[in-house]
T-cell receptor, first 111, second 115 residues
């Protein structure tokens, strides 16, 4: 069945370091792909999305490119900040508005 | 942007009691809402789809008599955990799509601890 696999956390980085969080998926067809972020004490928020192969989603300095050939949607940021500390979820939308989430990756950025 | 609230944010109850969790869309109407469950260090798992004016649709393996869902209005869905037991302790999250079904708005979650 459809699934999403993320790299395990927690990930701890120093401020201004480069971030990569890997995400691969298994799905029928060519779905859209999402990254959600959950800041402490808050609900999940959509960070970025891509709707077709080779699309690059971007927001707040984060980027992710939809790679059909490797079924991946890795999240990257060139220079992280303390305020980026959160849990990041890769997600695959299915029919009826349902979302299949990866297990989440906790990011902690130290000053 | 649109806001979804949940109440309570956390609750502790005794085994055998029932607990009701509310999910509200504050500034938009939602004919459909979704209920997820999240275990520590694990992903969100969809439990059920809540439909205004009709029965909820439950995912495979979710006990509908255990997790009662009522979508009473276009802005409110409730999840009642009946006869709660310690294994029901978890983080429950709801979401609602916008009118165009392009974006899901998530509540902040409710942490349930059953003693």
């Amino acid at each position: 069945g459809d699934s999403v696999t993320q790299m395990e956390g927690p990930v701890t980085l120093s401020e201004e370091a480069f971030l990569t969080i890997n995400c691969t998926y298994t799905a029928t067809g060519y779905p859209s792909l999402f990254w959600y972020v959950q800041y402490p004490g808050e609900g999940l928020q959509l960070l970025l999305k891509a709707t077709k192969a080779d699309d690059k989603g971007s927001n707040k300095g984060f980027e992710a490119t939809y790679r059909k050939e490797t079924t991946s949607f890795h999240l990257e940021k060139g220079s992280v900040q303390v305020s980026d500390s959160a849990v990041y979820f890769c997600a695959l939308p299915r029919l009826g508005g349902k979302l299949i989430f990866g297990q989440g990756t906790e990011l902690s950025v130290k000053p | 942007g649109a806001v979804v609230s949940q109440h309570p944010s956390w609750v502790i109850c005794k085994s055998g009691t029932s607990v009701k969790i509310e999910c509200r869309s504050l500034d938009f109407q939602a004919t459909t809402m979704f209920w997820y469950r999240q275990f520590p260090k694990q992903s969100l798992m969809l439990m059920a789809t809540s439909n205004e004016g009709s029965k909820a649709t439950y995912e495979q393996g979710v006990e509908k008599d255990k997790f009662l869902i009522n979508h009473a209005s276009l802005t409110l869905s409730t999840l009642t955990v009946t006869s709660a037991h310690p294994e029901d302790s978890s983080f429950y999250i709801c979401s609602a799509p916008d009118r165009a079904w392009e974006t899901q708005y998530f509540g902040p979650g409710t942490r349930l601890l059953v003693l």
